[in-house]
Each structure stands twice: as structure tokens, then as C-alpha cells.
């Protein structure tokens, strides 16, 4: 009786709840020390998932809660900035009172014609393959989580908005191999050279914690991984009428930098080692105004002429080869050539070839 309560699968609500897949644990860090976490108590899960458990790190033997098909890694001291974020998420981005499916807004953006202008490019980019592991930072309620997961990928869907992913777990597809995690990007510990893709739509509010994303997104990509990234663009037309760098979305709302290309390059440049931005969803105006057969094309051209598209107002990275720290006698593939002829001069002296293993 006492196993069938513990395997048994949640009541069905309004607001769905999807396990967190067993096969995405390895894929966690603990927040403290970066050690492996495992499974330590089962309270409700099945063969292929968990609603609410704990979770134990091998190393320091912290623990960390799975609530509702969610892990929980959120830490408990967040910046004054970050509190008011995730209030504004909370309590008005994502309302989860009455989940129900997403219905785009006329103008702003994440309207239809914003999105097809943004997330296609996002998408193509990305290039995710369904033997792809993902991991989506800031996902939101699922924009491009929902469309991701029907190539059949495998997501780590990670936010700090807790409606965010409750919404989430509605909007996803039948069949979906998705693990929600609330957690703050800053402070995010993942599993080393574990994911094929990346994918991040936030600017986040500075170098630093920009940094520090990019460092987190490069450790935890396979060397032949792909990050793509869109950031909030100081395009031409903020330069031109000399708006700020730093602003909030609304009065009193969330805080966000503008990045020039030149920029983003130095930013990232010490994580990866080939970079491409470009400036895409240009600004023009009264377009909105315009039949969508006709404003689509419009902007379409317009992202794509060399002077106009930096009105863009996002900025896309596509970032790849990410910068490994050098390992301790760790060897090279080396010349061939030199390699052969030390072989032959050792040999000569009667001598191993020790290869750096030699006294200098």
C-alpha cells in the first residue's frame, strides 16, 4: 500500500504538472560546491520521472527539493534587482490564475509579426536535432520551449520565475522531454561538456552577470556545441536621438542594458571562439499598421541591407568552439614532422622517447 502511494501519479488540475525526466538529473550541479547530484528520496515519481523528491549532492551533501515536477535550486539570497524581476514575473508576466494558451498581442513584442521575424532566426541558428540536448535559460513560459521540444530534443527549461514554468508544463507538447528547473542564472552549476545546444533571450542587467552566463553556457557545451543568444541591440536609432544604455521596460518595471556588436564580441570573446552577431527585428516605422503580407516582406528586407538593419532592435550571437582551460600535462596533436624527427634522434641516442617527460 505503501508503494503505490509513493508511485502514485498526481491529481490532475487546471494547472498540469509534467515530471522531471529521471535521464536529466546527471545534467544538475549543486549551487555550492558544483558536485554531482543524485535522487535520495522519492516521494511521488514512476519509472520515467519524479513530481517531488530530493535531491542530495554527492560531495557537501546538500539538498535540494523537486516540487511539483520542478527542481528546485533557486538560492536563498538574490540581488535587490533580481527580487523585483522575479516579482514582476511572477505576479504579472506570468499569471497563472487562469492558464490557458497563449494568444499574441497586436503590437509589442511578442506579436505575430514580431515573432516571425524573431523566432525563426532564433531556430534556424540553433539548428537542434532530435538526439539534441538543449539547455534553454530564462525560458519563460514556454515561447520557444514548446516549439524546441517538437523536434523531439531533450530540454532543460531553466528560469527563476516559478509561474513561468508552471505555465510551462500547460503549453508543451504531448510527449515532450522536458526538465523545468528554478534557479537564477547566476547561479547556475551544470554538468561539464553535457548539452549539444544552448539557447538564452535575456540581456540580463550587466557584464558581470552576462559573463558569467557565457562562462556557465561554455562549460556545459560539448566542443562541437552551438549557443545562440539574443540581447537587447543599442541599434541606430538610440545612438541617433542619444536614448540610454540602461533602461527599464516600463516605469518602475525590469532593468535592461542595450549592447552594440562590438561589444558583444568582447564580452564574449573569452568563452568562445567563433562568434557571428548581427542586428535582426528591425524598427520601422508604422509598419504595424501595414496588411501582414505586406509588413512581413518589408521587414524581411529591410534586416537585410547593410546600413538599414542596424535599426535592428535585438542583437543575435551565434557562438561556437567554446574555450577550454588547458589541462595539466594534457598533450597536443603537435607537427608530424617534428614529432618523427625526435622519435629518430632519440632512437640514435639509445633513448626512449619521453615526450615532455624529460628533465629540462
Known sequence: ??????????????????????????????NIDSGELALAEEVRSDAGGVWDAVLRCRTCGAEFR??????????????????????????IDYDCTNPSSFVPPAEGWRSLLSDRLEVPEHL??????????VVELACGDGRFTSLIAKTGARILAVDFSINALRLLACRLPGGAKVGRVHADIN????????????????????????????????????????YVGSFEHDDLNRRLLGLPLMRRYSKDGILIEH????????????????LCVRPIRPRVPFVAKLPPGLAFPLLRLVAALPFVRHFGELLLLTAQDPVRLPVEGQHRSGNRIAR???????HKKNKKASWGEESV
Do not use: W
Request: glycine share 4%; hydrophobic share 35%.
Open 1 to 30: 500500500m505503501g508503494d503505490q502511494k509513493r508511485h502514485a501519479p498526481p491529481t490532475i488540475s487546471p494547472l498540469m504538472v509534467n515530471q522531471f525526466p529521471r535521464d536529466m538529473v546527471p545534467l544538475l550541479r549543486c
Open 66 to 91: 523537486i516540487e511539483d515536477g520542478i527542481v528546485c535550486l533557486l538560492p536563498d539570497r538574490l540581488t535587490p534587482e533580481d527580487q523585483h524581476e522575479m516579482s514582476i514575473r511572477d505576479t
Open 124 to 133: 534556424d541558428e540553433l539548428e537542434t536535432l532530435p538526439t539534441s540536448t
Open 187 to 226: 547561479q547556475l552549476h551544470l554538468a561539464s561538456g553535457a548539452f549539444d545546444r544552448a539557447l538564452t533571450l535575456t540581456p540580463l542587467d550587466s557584464r558581470d552577470e552576462r559573463m558569467n552566463m557565457y562562462r556557465t553556457i561554455a562549460h556545459a557545451l560539448k566542443d562541437d556545441g552551438r
Open 259 to 274: 549592447l552594440t556588436t562590438k561589444r558583444m564580441r568582447l564580452e564574449a570573446a573569452p568563452y568562445f571562439s567563433k
Open 340 to 346: 618523427g624527427a625526435y622519435r629518430s634522434y632519440m
